[in-house]
């Protein structure tokens, strides 16, 4: 499947990461997809499950190290506990919902978007899943980014919101 009309060059997180001052680095035991911890000089380090280095994984590696370096832009001094950082905590933790919607604006942009929708004309599954080919990331993350913008009236003109 080619996405039809739209061109992209998706952000890329692990030049982000260096910009950002952020090591990563994969660690075989970890048992969250990714942790953030900020060192004593505040250098920022991201812990990346190990198999999320493999090619297979690559669109989940994008989003798990964009949510990280969420926390990292966002959230200096702000204590996360490491199990609260799971998708079905973005609803009960305002730093998670943060950091995910950080990763989100920069990974699938809502310009990217509103731009779909007018040259598509809707979105749908096909749709959801050309935005995930075209921004190399996750159908599941693409739906749940079009939810909560749907949801936040994000994708209303700006007359409407």
Same mark, same amino acid.
């Given at each position: 499947?080619?996405?039809?009309?739209?061109?992209?060059?998706?952000?890329?997180?692990?030049?982000?990461?260096?910009?950002?001052?952020?090591?990563?680095?994969?660690?075989?035991?970890?048992?969250?997809?990714?942790?953030?911890?900020?060192?004593?000089?505040?250098?920022?380090?991201?812990?990346?499950?190990?198999?999320?280095?493999?090619?297979?994984?690559?669109?989940?590696?994008?989003?798990?190290?964009?949510?990280?370096?969420?926390?990292?832009?966002?959230?200096?001094?702000?204590?996360?506990? /490491?199990?609260?950082?799971? &998708?079905?905590? #973005? $609803? *009960?933790?305002? =730093?998670?919902? %943060?950091? @995910?919607?950080?990763?989100? !604006?920069?990974?699938? /942009?809502?310009?990217?978007? &509103?731009?779909? #929708? $007018? *040259?598509?004309? =809707?979105?749908? %599954?096909? @749709?959801?899943?050309?935005? !995930?080919?075209?921004?190399?990331?996750?159908?599941?993350?693409?739906?749940?980014?079009?939810?909560?913008?749907?949801?936040?009236?994000?994708?209303?003109?700006?007359?409407?919101?």
């Amino acid at each position: 499947m080619k996405p039809r009309g739209l061109r992209l060059s998706p952000w890329d997180p692990d030049q982000a990461a260096l910009d950002l001052g952020a090591d990563v680095s994969y660690w075989a035991r970890l048992p969250w997809l990714g942790v953030y911890g900020r060192a004593d000089d505040g250098r920022g380090e991201i812990g990346l499950r190990a198999d999320l280095a493999s090619p297979a994984m690559e669109p989940l590696r994008r989003v798990v190290l964009a949510h990280e370096l969420g926390h990292h832009a966002l959230h200096i001094g702000v204590y996360v506990r /490491p199990f609260e950082c799971r &998708r079905v905590d #973005l $609803v *009960a933790s305002h =730093a998670e919902a %943060q950091a @995910e919607r950080w990763a989100a !604006a920069r990974l699938v /942009p809502v310009s990217l978007v &509103r731009e779909a #929708l $007018v *040259a598509w004309g =809707a979105l749908g %599954q096909e @749709e959801m899943s050309e935005l !995930a080919e075209l921004t190399h990331t996750p159908e599941a993350f693409v739906g749940w980014w079009l939810g909560d913008l749907m949801q936040r009236g994000a994708l209303l003109p700006p007359h409407l919101r």
